[in-house]
C-alpha cells in the first residue's frame, strides 16, 4: 500500500512512467499533511496552561482534524485503485456491439467514480482549511505559521482533487451528473474562498 511506503519510496512510485499513483493520491497526501500539521498545533496548545480556556475547544477541533487525516489517509490508496479501474475498463475488449457496449458502461461507471472520489478528497480538504481557520485563531501563537501552512496544504489539496474531478467529468456523458458534481464543486471553492481570506487575515495579524 502506498501510505505504507516511506518518503521516498512514495515519490519514487509518483515519478514512474506509471500513471498511478498520480494526482488524485498526491492532492490526498498532500491534504494529510495538512491535518498533521493541524494536530501537532493543536497538540502544542493543549500541552500550555496559557491556553487553559480554550482546550476543551482545542480537543473538539483536534478530534476533527485526526477524523480528516483518517480519511486522507485512507483515501491516497482508494484514488490510485479507482483509477486503475478506469484503465482496466478501457482495456477490455470491443470486438462485438455486444462487448462495446459492455465496455462502454464500465468506462462511464468507473469514470463516475473517478469523479466522486477526488471531489471527496477535496470536500475532506476543504474540512481541514476550516480547521486551520479555527487551530490558528484559538492555537499557540508560536505555532501559528505550522496553522497557516496546514490551511494553505488544505486548499492546495483541495485545488488538485479538483482539478482531478473536472479532468475525468469531460469523458463522462450523464449531463445530469457532470451538471450536480460541476455544481458541488463551485460551491466548494466558493467556501474555500471565504476561508482563505480569514486564514490569511489571521496569520498576517499573529505572524
Known amino acids: 500500500m502506498l501510505i505504507d511506503k516511506s518518503i521516498t519510496g512514495f515519490l519514487a512510485e509518483l515519478k514512474s512512467d506509471s500513471p498511478a499513483p498520480g494526482?488524485?493520491?498526491?492532492?490526498?497526501?498532500?491534504?494529510?499533511?495538512g491535518a498533521a500539521l493541524g494536530i501537532m498545533v493543536g497538540n502544542l496548545t493543549?500541552?500550555?496552561a496559557k491556553y487553559e480556556t480554550v482546550h476543551e475547544q482545542c480537543k473538539g477541533v483536534s478530534l476533527d482534524f485526526e477524523e480528516r487525516l483518517a480519511s486522507l489517509e485512507k483515501y491516497i490508496d482508494e484514488d490510485t485503485e479507482v483509477?486503475?479501474?478506469?484503465?482496466?475498463?478501457?482495456?477490455?475488449?470491443?470486438?462485438?456491439?455486444?462487448?462495446?457496449q459492455v465496455r462502454i458502461k464500465a468506462i462511464?461507471?468507473?469514470?463516475?467514480?473517478?469523479?466522486?472520489?477526488?471531489?471527496?478528497?477535496?470536500r475532506t480538504c476543504l474540512d481541514v482549511?476550516?480547521?486551520s481557520v479555527k487551530i490558528i485563531s484559538i492555537g499557540?501563537?508560536?505555532?501559528?505559521?505550522?496553522?497557516?501552512?496546514?490551511?494553505r496544504m488544505a486548499e492546495a489539496a483541495m485545488w488538485s482533487a479538483i482539478y482531478n474531478v473536472?479532468?475525468?467529468l469531460g469523458s463522462i456523458k450523464d449531463a445530469d451528473f457532470v451538471a450536480d458534481m460541476k455544481s458541488r464543486v463551485d460551491d466548494i471553492v466558493a467556501?474555500?474562498?471565504?476561508?482563505?481570506?480569514?486564514?490569511?487575515?489571521?496569520?498576517?495579524?499573529?505572524?
Open 108 to 122: 462511464q461507471e468507473f469514470l463516475k467514480a473517478a469523479s466522486t472520489l477526488p471531489f471527496t478528497v477535496a
Open 46 to 48: 493543549l500541552g500550555s
Open 166 to 168: 473536472r479532468i475525468n
Open 83 to 100: 483509477f486503475k479501474q478506469v484503465m482496466k475498463a478501457y482495456k477490455l475488449p470491443k470486438n462485438t456491439d455486444e462487448e462495446k
Open 129 to 131: 482549511l476550516e480547521l
Open 191 to 207: 467556501r474555500s474562498e471565504v476561508l482563505m481570506d480569514q486564514l490569511v487575515k489571521t496569520a498576517n495579524e499573529k505572524i
Open 23 to 33: 494526482g488524485g493520491s498526491a492532492a490526498a497526501l498532500v491534504g494529510a499533511i
Open 140 to 151: 499557540n501563537v508560536n505555532a501559528a505559521s505550522d496553522a497557516a501552512v496546514a490551511g
